[in-house]
């Protein structure tokens, strides 16, 4: 994938038809915390309500057209670590746009969030896809939480990736 053709910018309510093509998709929402988007009017109210007042979440864009997010979420008490997380629309999954657009994210969101030492993210033990990007990315795996995150109505195991301020973005 050519990097040029990829973008992170913050979401537009204009954005809401794309939006809903990716979020409406059960294999990319199957391992995020909030549930599949399943109208424009839902994908409205989503844009409007939570990821355009988001501190931090960016439209992940291929030619400008939003086909995924990134977010990160400081901690409220340790302001020292951040939680990543991210999706890409399935029909772009394994051509690395994932892997650019984080590759484009982590220094903006370092540089807007100075007192950030830690980026970390914690990834279900079957997002083997998830895991390749951040290992791609230069994070490390700091080993599993057995029984750990609640989602969509089960106890899973998570991977715990961190990459420190200090260390070198692939």
Not at 130 to 137: A, G, I, R
């Amino acid at each position: 994938m050519n990097s040029s053709r990829i973008s992170i910018r913050p979401f537009n309510l204009s954005d809401a038809d794309d939006f809903l093509r990716w979020a409406s998709d059960e294999r990319v929402t199957r391992y995020l915390r909030w549930n599949t988007i399943t109208s424009k009017e839902e994908a409205l109210t989503y844009l409007e309500k939570v990821a355009i007042p988001h501190q931090w979440r960016r439209s992940i864009c291929l030619d400008g057209r939003s086909v995924g997010y990134v977010s990160f979420k400081p901690e409220s008490e340790e302001k020292c670590r951040a939680h990543i997380s991210y999706a890409v629309a399935a029909e772009h999954w394994g051509q690395g746009i994932a892997t650019i657009a984080l590759r484009a994210a982590i220094p903006a969101a370092l540089r807007q969030f100075p007192e950030l030492v830690r980026v970390q993210a914690m990834v279900e033990v079957e997002n083997e896809g998830s895991q390749k990007v951040l290992e791609k990315l230069g994070f490390c795996r700091e080993g599993v939480l057995r029984k750990y995150g609640f989602c969509k109505g089960e106890i899973r195991d998570l991977v715990v990736f961190s990459l420190l301020r200090t260390d070198q973005l692939m």
